[in-house]
C-alpha cells in the first residue's frame, strides 16, 4: 500500500505523492518514480487488472512514468519567450470621451509664486 503522505524530518512536515514527484522530477529522478505513484500523481485512474481477459478487452495506453519523463523535458521548451512591453507616451486618460482634465505643475512658476507670498510683494514686480 502506498502510503498518502511522505514524512521528510528536516521540514517536519508532510509531503504529499504529487509534491514528492515534483521533488524528484526537479532532482532529475524520473526514472525512479514507480509506474503506481506516477498514476496518483498524474491523477490517472487505477488499471484494473482481471485475472481472465480477452484479447479484445486489452487496450494500449500510455504509461504515467513516460507522461512525466516528458512533461520533465517539456517545460524548456515550451516556455514562452519574455515580452518586452513599451509604455504609451499618451494617458488612457486622453482618449476617454470626456478626458479627464491633468494638474498642471511648473516648478519655477511654484517657486516664484511662494516667494511673491512670503516677501508680500505685488505680482508685477518680478
Not at 80 to 102: H, W
Amino acid at each position: 500500500m502506498l502510503l498518502a503522505g511522505i514524512y521528510f524530518s528536516r521540514l517536519s512536515m508532510f509531503w504529499t505523492v504529487p509534491e514528492f514527484c515534483w521533488w524528484l522530477v526537479t532532482k532529475g529522478l524520473v526514472d525512479v518514480i514507480p509506474e503506481e505513484v506516477a498514476r496518483r500523481a498524474l491523477r490517472l485512474p487505477e488499471e484494473k487488472h482481471q485475472s481472465v481477459m480477452r484479447e479484445s478487452e486489452i487496450v494500449p495506453a500510455v504509461s504515467a512514468t513516460s507522461i512525466l519523463q516528458k512533461q520533465a523535458t517539456q517545460p524548456a521548451e515550451a516556455m514562452k519567450p519574455v515580452l518586452t512591453l513599451s509604455i504609451d507616451p499618451e494617458s488612457p486618460e486622453s482618449f476617454l470621451l470626456r478626458p479627464k482634465r491633468r494638474r498642471w505643475v511648473n516648478d519655477q512658476y511654484t517657486r516664484w509664486v511662494k516667494n511673491t507670498a512670503l516677501r508680500r510683494l505685488p505680482a508685477a514686480s518680478r
